[in-house]
């Protein structure tokens, strides 16, 4: 049973910056996908980015080129730099893990369903 415990959630303005961590109880980074979802109010849960242990790495389109995915092995700890913030990316910022298939990362971003692990959420919420 994997833990994983979201931290660094936090409200900024508009073009502001933040670090989400995402710590695992166990070395999880060589054999699972490892993803960031959120949700917001009223909507479903979106895949925003995803990483493999071969580091292969999908984003959504509404984020990529301001969001990075990034992991730390010896940490055990998955991070998610988060850069020009928009109101728009207001939500419950969730951790999940899943163990590795033959799927490619851009195709298990879009199931959220498939990831067995998740943390409990750190929210993000930016104002205008």
């Known amino acids: 049973q994997v833990k994983l415990k979201e931290s660094g959630g936090d409200s900024v303005q508009t073009g502001g910056s933040l670090r989400l961590s995402c710590v695992a109880s166990?070395?999880?980074?060589?054999?699972?996908?490892m993803a960031w979802f959120r949700q917001a109010p009223g909507k479903e849960r979106e895949g925003v980015a995803v990483?493999?242990?071969?580091?292969?790495?999908a984003y959504a389109d509404s984020v990529r080129g301001r969001f990075t995915i990034s992991q730390d092995n010896a940490q055990n700890t998955l991070y998610l730099q988060m850069s020009g913030l928009k109101p728009e990316d207001t939500g419950m910022y969730y951790c999940?893990?899943?163990?590795?298939?033959?799927?490619?990362?851009?195709?298990?971003?879009?199931?959220?369903?498939?990831?067995?692990?998740w943390g409990q959420g750190t929210q993000v919420t930016v104002y205008s």
């Open positions: 990483i493999d242990s071969l580091g292969h790495i």
């Open positions: 166990e070395h999880t980074y060589d054999r699972y996908f």
């Open positions: 999940a893990a899943e163990e590795e298939t033959v799927a490619v990362v851009s195709y298990i971003l879009t199931r959220p369903d498939d990831f067995s692990y």
